[in-house]
T-cell receptor, first 115, second 112 residues
Framework: DVKVTQSSRYLVKRTGEKVFLECVQD?????MFWYRQDPGLGLRLIYF???????EKGDIPEGYSVSREKKERFSLILESASTNQTSMYLC??????????????FGPGTRLTVL | KQEVTQIPAALSVPEGENLVLNCSFT??????LQWFRQDPGKGLTSLLL?????REQTSGRLNASLDKSSGRSTLYIAASQPGDSATYLC???????????FGAGTRLFVKA
């Protein structure tokens, strides 16, 4: 079974703190994604990566950065957390090849609260 | 630009009923379509992936169909159970890119 894990289920941080969210997948997927999910706004793509050290901005990259130093790990960084970044953060991965091309597998999510 | 719409937004049915959830997309040039389930406060669980060359996929009590030409997919749930209560989302790859376009979901409640 594909496994995508996220470092924390719940996280509480203070305004201005630097926040790291970690995501690890064990299926050797090329693509990894970070989304945030808010009531009434659905899933919004923050950043994605299609290879190690490669990254592309999604629809709402402002206030975030990412790092992909190893194929299995994709980190989301909030440089200076703000209250409007309180949200559910979801990581996903997918393959670029084979019959499961672009089939996305999600982690359990991290509920981040910024006070 | 690809857009994905799910109707209805919410649905409440008695246990045991068969039901259909609908998903429509504006650009028929899709590679595949994926159905997910999401429980409150949790991540998305992949239910079914239909390739563009397929008409339907089945997994247990779930059956998903795809009609590319009309830009529609349906998720059929047979003999619904209270444990099926969740939000169901459909998603398609954005044309020519890595992004995925998600519908807003249908919130299903199955009454015991």
């Amino acid at each position: 079974d594909v496994k995508v894990t996220q470092s924390s289920r719940y996280l509480v941080k203070r305004t201005g703190e630097k926040v790291f969210l970690e995501c690890v997948q064990d299926m050797d997927h090329e693509n990894m994604f970070w989304y945030r999910q808010d009531p009434g706004l659905g899933l919004r793509l923050i950043y994605f990566s299609y290879d190690v050290k490669m990254k592309e901005k999604g629809d709402i990259p402002e206030g975030y950065s990412v790092s992909r130093e190893k194929k299995e790990r994709f980190s989301l960084i909030l440089e200076s957390a703000s209250t409007n970044q309180t949200s559910m953060y979801l990581c996903a991965s997918s393959s670029s090849t084979g019959s499961s091309y672009n089939e996305q597998f999600f982690g359990p999510g991290t509920r981040l609260t910024v006070l | 630009k690809q857009e994905v719409t799910q109707i209805p937004a919410a649905l409440s049915v008695p246990e045991g009923e068969n039901l259909v959830l609908n998903c429509s997309f504006t650009d028929s040039a899709i590679y595949n379509l994926q159905w997910f389930r999401q429980d409150p406060g949790k991540g998305l669980t992949s239910l079914l992936l239909i390739q563009s060359s397929q008409r339907e996929q089945t997994s247990g009590r779930l059956n998903a169909s795809l009609d590319k030409s009309s830009g529609r997919s349906t998720l059929y749930i047979a003999a619904s159970q209270p444990g099926d209560s969740a939000t169901y989302l459909c998603a398609v790859p954005n044309t020519g890119g890595f992004k995925t376009i998600f519908g807003a979901g249908t919130r299903l409640f199955v009454k015991a």
